[in-house]
Structure formats: structure tokens, C-alpha cells
């Protein structure tokens, strides 16, 4: 089985805060990804990740940045937290070049205040 | 550019009810085509997909979708649901070579 985990179930920050989010998979898988879920918005994506050091804007990249040093591990970097960065973070992983079935970790659910 | 609809965010269905939660995609292109499903405080998991080959798909759960192509829809069903079926499903879309553009989601309610 694929396992996709990620550091924290939930975290509470305050706003200014540089907050690191953690993602590591087990399946030597080369893409990975960072979501944000907010209720009746679906999926956002954020940043991907397609190979060591290689990184990709998604559709929300601002305020945001990620680091992916060793291929199992793909950080979500919030610089400077804000209220409005308080959402739901999902990161996934897939193998191959046709990123199609995605393997999710559990979410980390991140409030600041 | 790509879409996904889902047209309802909420689906309230009696325990042992039918059910299908709509979903329609808009693209120019050949798609594949995704359901996922999340449950409460869990990460998302994939429920089945089209790729290609026969329109009807069924996934794990008892859950099925039909791809549809002239009414750019990808529908779930389930015949019989179980109150184990509240989730929030996702339906997604990719172009062959593109990341996923998601769908809204749709909430499950099973009443009992």
C-alpha cells in the first residue's frame, strides 16, 4: 500500500509565524503535490513537484513556497502566515509523467490566528 | 480551459436509497476521468476512474460512473447506499499529460 504522511493533523499559528508543513511517501513516487481544501472550492492546487529540486507553480502559489530535497519529501513553506492561509492542506504523491491516480495523505488542518 | 461541475453540493438520500451525484466537465480534448472520496478527517482516496474503453466504470464500494461524451457528464451511482457512504465525493479531470482540475465536491447525507 501506498502510504502518504504528513507531520501534523492539525496546527495552530499566529499570523506572521513562518509555518513548515511536511509530506513524505513511501512509494518512490516522482510527482508530488500540495493542495488546499476549502469548503465549496474543492482542491486548489498549490505547488507540484515532478523530481528532486524541480518545482512548479500551481493555480495558488502565492504566499506560499515548497522544497523538495529528497525525493520522499515535499515541504509546504507558509514565509509569513495569515488568517487567510487557514485551510485544510493535503499533499499527494503519483508515480510516472501522466500524473493521473493521485495517493493522498491525511490533510493537515492549520489555523491561524 | 478545463472545468468540473458538480451540481450539487449537498445530497441527503435515505439508508438502502439509490443515489447519483452529477458531475460535468468541460474540455475540447479526450479526458480522463475521476471520482474521489474523502471521509470525515481522512485524506482523499481514489473511488474509480475512465481512462478508456467502456464507458461504464465501477469502483470499489459498489459505486459505478458512466462517461457520457456528447453530454460531457461523469455521473456516480450507487444502488443501495449504507450509512458507511457518508463522505464528500470529488469528481476530477485530466487531459492526457495535465494535473487534475477538481470539482467542488459534493457532500453525502445518509439519513437513517
Known amino acids: 500500500d501506498v502510504k502518504v504522511t504528513q507531520s501534523s493533523r492539525y496546527l495552530v499559528k499566529r499570523t506572521g509565524e513562518k509555518v513548515f508543513l511536511e509530506c513524505v511517501q513511501d512509494m518512490d513516487h516522482e510527482n508530488m503535490f500540495w493542495y488546499r481544501q476549502d469548503p465549496g472550492l474543492g482542491l486548489r492546487l498549490i505547488y507540484f513537484?515532478?523530481?528532486?529540486?524541480?518545482?512548479e507553480k500551481g493555480d495558488i502559489p502565492e504566499g506560499y513556497s515548497v522544497s523538495r530535497e529528497k525525493k520522499e519529501r515535499f515541504s509546504l513553506i507558509l514565509e509569513s502566515a495569515s488568517t487567510n492561509q487557514t485551510s485544510m492542506y493535503l499533499c499527494?504523491?503519483?508515480?510516472?509523467?501522466?500524473?493521473?491516480?493521485?495517493?493522498f495523505g491525511p490533510g493537515t488542518r492549520l489555523t491561524v490566528t | 480551459a478545463q472545468s468540473v461541475t458538480q451540481l450539487d453540493s449537498q445530497v441527503p438520500v435515505f439508508e438502502e436509497a439509490p443515489v447519483e451525484l452529477r458531475c460535468n466537465y468541460s474540455?475540447?480534448?479526450?479526458?480522463?476521468l475521476f471520482w474521489y472520496v474523502q471521509y470525515p478527517n481522512q485524506g482523499l482516496q481514489l473511488l474509480l476512474k475512465?481512462?478508456?474503453?467502456s464507458t461504464l466504470v465501477k469502483g470499489i464500494n459498489g459505486f459505478e460512473a458512466e462517461f457520457n461524451k456528447s453530454q460531457t457528464s461523469f455521473h456516480l451511482r450507487k444502488p443501495s447506499v449504507h450509512i458507511s457512504d457518508t463522505a464528500e465525493y470529488f469528481c476530477?479531470?485530466?487531459?492526457?499529460?495535465?494535473?487534475?482540475?477538481w470539482g467542488a465536491g459534493t457532500k453525502l447525507i445518509i439519513k437513517p
Open positions: 513537484s515532478y523530481d528532486v529540486k524541480m518545482k
Open positions: 499527494a504523491s503519483t508515480g510516472g509523467w501522466r500524473s493521473y491516480e493521485q495517493y
Open positions: 474540455s475540447s480534448v479526450s479526458v480522463y
Open positions: 475512465y481512462l478508456s474503453g
Open positions: 476530477a479531470v485530466s487531459e492526457p499529460e495535465y494535473q487534475l482540475i
